[in-house]
């Protein structure tokens, strides 16, 4: 099938790619553009491994295609740390254990962060929640909970 | 020498006894000799057994010392998660 | 050599029982930490090489089949398309064997189907291709006629005379005569006498219990990078809880010098026992091979539902002999597994799993290995032993429901200690099962006033764990920074318990030390990640090869002094005089000695390669609390505690982890998992929309309490933790829930339609 040209917005830059009209955003993320932080955990939009945000929409990238992209700014786990100063919810995952084998972890920070934005103040019911679609399989979910109202809480404080 | 208890699986090929008592001085020496005694233990033994000795599970050292008053028991072999 | 010559380890001779702790027992971030949460630490589909091709496997629609015919040749002819193999490709010399003794032909036959294809998903051919989607379309122009075969997929049902036969003379001769072929290992243990203890008991209660499959449900597909020349010589990336493993399978299976395949672990995205296999690699090198390019392969979600290990499914009977006073007088119990078209369902470790708790005069459990047409079952944390645990502990809390007794109590009455003679035969060593009983009465969790519809339930469980072969390095640098290079892939933080335990024994900072996952080429053969087995063998194994390179920090010290090496010590990071008569010396640090070892003797390194036999068993309770729905059937967990016992905590954050994750996959098999096959023998719900694992706002917070009754069998103490988590919360859950809604489940998963079908029969007796 002929290619298709994408211009789109990823972590700021402008980035420019050509697909195939089947293949998924996760698919051109991945093996298009060596960003491979998202991952496909099923490609059903059932685990959230790949979560990005779309124009700061929490979106399974796994269910979208690549062509939808154009014009469109997307965020990635890789723009979650601002250079070399990690993002306060990545330092606390490293140091509540938050993560065992990390395969959910990308997907998970986006999806924190971006409840984070609109919600500095969550219940643990909340995250919970908001986290519903992002599956792991390790950590029983509860230094994951713990981590996130623990990094709301200081990033409310250095507010 | 010591005693070796086996399975009750086991003890239809070794002449229906529930505990053997052959030379050895190691894991793999008992193993060896109860294949000499009892020709049909060769086959479970090389699919795979453990061996506890004194209460320690000896999953593959054939190395493995054991003492004449060791208790001796034969499991099958160990897989985990 | 004379007979007193040999020492052999009777229990505590490993253990340095006067140990001050400095760095094991803390907690800091894990070494992997950064790459985990910025995305950039490598999984196994994360890796890509210049030329690679993209390979896709078919699979069989069908759960029992003849292949009467392939035809390739229009895949084969597609552009794109630049190879495409069957069974064909592989090796011719893998001999047959009855029950395990032919694991490899068992592997090699499922890894691609030979004569019959004998389950939905099992594999048929694969193709590789320029892109994934023309592998994809490829797939589509293979054709294949099968002729359709009459399939099983319930245990009991091929058990059954008149049952379709799996494969003729797969069965071992532990099987009794007169059983059906599909019955193809059988096991059968215990002591004394079970009848006379019946007789003793004021209450027998006997009962059948099912379990469905579950899946071990990792996040990460399986996925690799092969590379093969028709040299023999290959590489490869994969996600796998042991490469050494599928470095020796894939050579096997593809006639290759297994020195001459390297293979490296990525990153690896959960395994829990179920990535101690080997599946699509040996596909992906025979791809490579063929067409002469790097081939990756990734299993999609449904295929690693559809082909890759789920647990065996269980229908056991248990038969427990109670006195009014809380003793167990005799226990029974029959245990029938089926692991799918293959030998090798974990029977044996639910039969021996299954009493182990307690102390037994009379005991006698046997157990059935079973094929059907599923896909070949894999180890699942602690493989067998939840279903028994849940068999059992269920008839235990029923026991002490009838006869008013506290279920701790009771526990405790009959609880195996150090000296009891374990229901699978050997005397048990210091154990820690009754510390996890007084710390589970004593935490607050299981005095806490219940709310109206909310039941407790408590249950125990029981793992062996395991040590294996185990090959460490460690090299020290000028800086005085340390290399460990262990070859255990890294599931859950092992790292972290590794440099721990080479910062205690080398006396330096935890920062100081890097640990490699080290690939085939670098070190001796390790065996896979499992049994709960790395933190205990290969934390030995780093404990040992610190200890190797202290010695040889010691010498260096000890040429400098001009003094005897046994006249130098080594405390906190550095060398020192062992007392007055050795010489006035100040302490020389690591780093000081590190500095110039060229010049001293040259680079400082230590090692270790051993067969470490030591593993403790581990016990724990759980205290669960539920909430019944009466309208909808269904069952919410609201409190949680696991109480277990670690032996020693090296990281504790990390133990506790393993806790949490072993008592969530726990509530994920009592609640909701199960393969659903129907009639026509294919899964029903092959995604994780239909197989619903829990998600966050399933659970509550998971409390845990580690508890440390040390094994002797390791310098620290360490016990295994992964897996005996999983064993007590199906049992813990369904006693909850029978104290919560006065039903007793005896079928897993315990859905709500089955619930309100026992409420609906609650409510026709009243
Ligand atoms: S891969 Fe997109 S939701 Fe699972
Ligand atoms: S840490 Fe392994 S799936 Fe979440």
Redesign the pocket.
């Known amino acids: 099938m002929k290619k298709i040209h994408v211009t789109t917005k990823i972590n700021g830059d402008t980035v420019e790619f050509l697909c195939d009209p089947r293949e998924t955003l ?1 698919d051109v993320l991945r093996d298009r553009l060596g960003l491979t932080g998202a991952k ?11 979560s990005v945000t779309v124009d700061g929409r929490l979106t ?4 979208m295609l690549g062509v939808e992209a154009e014009g469109h700014e997307i965020g990635t786990v890789e723009g979650i740390a601002d250079g070399e100063e990690l993002h306060p919810l990545q330092k606390k995952f490293i140091e509540y254990a938050a993560l065992q084998c990390g395969i959910c972890t990308p997907g998970i920070l986006v999806a924190a962060k971006n409840l984070l934005e609109r919600n500095p103040d969550p219940t643990e019911e909340e995250v919970r929640y908001w986290l519903a679609g992002n599956l792991c399989r390790c950590t029983g979910y509860d230094k994951i909970i713990r981590a996130v109202l623990d990094t709301a809480a200081e990033m409310r404080e250095a507010s | 020498m010591p005693e070796v208890h086996l399975w009750s699986g086991l003890r239809a090929l070794a002449g229906g006894r529930e505990v053997v008592e052959v030379e050895g001085r190691t894991v793999g020496e008992l193993l060896d000799a109860l294949v000499a005694a009892y020709p049909a233990l060769k086959e479970p033994i090389e699919a795979g057994v453990s061996v506890a000795v004194d209460g320690r599970v000896i999953a593959s050292a054939l190395n493995e010392p054991v003492r004449p008053d060791s208790e001796i028991y034969l499991m099958q072999r160990l897989r985990g998660g | 050599m004379a007979l007193d010559e040999y020492k052999p380890q009777k229990g505590g001779s490993e253990l340095e029982t006067d140990h001050q702790f400095k760095y094991v027992g803390t907690r800091p971030d894990r070494p992997d930490g950064f790459d985990k949460v910025t995305g950039r630490a490598r999984f196994g589909a994360d890796m890509y090489a210049p030329g690679m091709l993209h390979a896709a496997i078919l699979r069989s629609p069908h759960a029992h089949a003849r292949i009467v015919r392939i035809d390739t040749s229009k895949a084969e002819a597609m552009e794109g398309v630049k190879a495409v193999v069957t069974r064909a490709d592989f090796s011719k010399n893998v001999p047959f064997a009855p029950g395990m003794a032919g694991e490899f032909w068992n592997i090699l036959e499922n890894v691609m189907a030979g004569e019959k294809v004998l389950y939905d998903g099992h594999a048929v051919a694969a193709v590789a291709a320029t892109t994934p989607l023309i592998a994809r379309d490829a797939l589509k122009a293979i054709e294949v006629e099968y002729e359709i075969l009459p399939h099983v997929t319930d245990v009991d049902e091929a058990m059954k005379p008149d049952a379709p036969v799996i494969r003729e003379g797969a069965a071992d001769k532990s099987v009794p005569e007169g059983m059906h072929p599909n019955v193809v290992r059988y096991h059968e243990s215990g002591h004394g006498d079970v009848e006379a203890g019946f007789a003793e008991a004021d209450l027998v209660i006997e009962d059948h219990f099912t379990t469905e499959a579950t899946h071990q449900g990792y996040i990460e597909p399986h996925a690799c990078l092969a590379t093969l020349g028709s040299d023999g010589k290959g590489e490869l990336w994969c996600c796998t809880q042991g490469h050494w493993y599928v470095q020796k399978v894939c050579a096997a299976l593809l006639d290759l010098e297994t020195a001459n395949l390297r293979v490296t672990a990525s990153e690896i995205g959960g395994g829990f026992g179920g990535k101690t296999t080997v599946f699509i690699e040996p596909v992906a090198l025979a791809l490579s091979r063929k067409a002469n390019r790097p081939v990756k392969l990734v299993m999609s979600r449904s295929e690693v539902f559809r082909a890759t290990g789920p647990t065996a499914s269980a229908s056991m009977d248990i038969k427990i002999g109670m006195k009014k006073d809380g003793t167990i007088t005799a226990a029974k119990g029959e245990f029938r597994l089926q692991g799918g078209a293959f030998p090798g369902a974990p029977m044996e470790f639910t039969a021996m799993c299954a009493f182990a708790c307690y102390n037994l005069k009379n005991v006698h459990q046997v157990g059935y290995d079973v094929m059907t047409n599923r896909p070949k079952q894999a180890a699942y944390r602690a493989p067998g032993s939840p279903m028994a645990a849940f068999a059992v502990e269920s008839v235990i809390d029923e026991l002490c429901n009838r006869l008013g007794l506290d279920p701790i109590e009771v526990r405790l009455k009959n609880a195996a200690r150090e000296g009891t003679k374990a229901s699978y035969g050997p005397t048990f060593p210091r154990i820690g099962l009754v510390e996890t009983l007084e710390a589970a009465k004593a935490h607050p969790h299981y005095s806490a006033p219940l709310k109206p519809g909310q039941g407790r339930g408590i249950s125990c469980g029981f793992w062996f764990n395991h040590g294996g072969e185990t090959s460490v390095s460690l090299a020290l640098s000028e800086d005085g920074s340390a290399q460990v290079m262990v070859g255990t892939p890294d599931i859950g933080g092992s790292r972290a318990s590794m440099a721990l335990m080479a910062a205690e024994v080398l006396g330096i900072p935890f920062e100081k030390i890097r640990v490699t996952i080290a690939d085939t080429g670098s070190l001796g053969y390790n065996e896979i990640s499992h049994g709960s087995r790395v933190t205990y063998a290969s934390g030995l194994a780093t404990i040992k090869a610190a200890q190797d390179a202290v010695r040889k920090l010691r010498q260096r010290a000890a040429d400098k002094w001009g003094i005897d090496v046994e006249a130098v010590d080594w405390v906190d990071g550095c060398a020192v005089p062992s007392g007055p008569n050795a010489g006035d010396f100040d302490p020389l640090p690591l780093a000081e000695i590190t500095k110039n070892m060229g010049a001293t003797g040259g680079p400082i390194s230590g090692h270790y390669e051993a067969t470490p036999e030591g593993a403790g068993v581990s016990f724990a309770t759980h205290i669960v609390d539920a909430e019944v729905d009466r309208e909808t059937g269904s069952t919410r967990v609201v409190r949680y505690t696991v109480v277990q016992d670690a032996g020693k905590a090296i990281h504790p954050t990390y133990v506790e982890g393993q806790f949490q994750g072993g008592a969530a996959q726990g509530i994920g098999w009592a609640l909701n998992e199960e393969y659903i096959y129907g009639p026509d023998g294919r899964l029903q719900n092959p995604g994780f929309l239909d197989y619903r694992i829990p998600v966050a706002s399933d659970l509550p917070m998971i409390d845990t309490v580690i508890v440390e009754v040390p094994n002797p069998g390791h310098p620290y103490g360490v016990r295994g933790v992964g897996e005996t988590s999983i064993c007590p919360p199906l049992a813990a859950i369904a006693n909850a829930v029978s104290n919560a809604a006065g039903v007793r489940l005896r079928d897993l998963p315990m859905r709500p339609s089955r619930i309100l079908e026992e409420l609906e029969k609650q409510q026709g007796d009243a």
């Open positions: 996760l496909e955990g099923c490609g059903t939009g059932d685990c959230g491994a790949c399974c990238s796994c269910l």
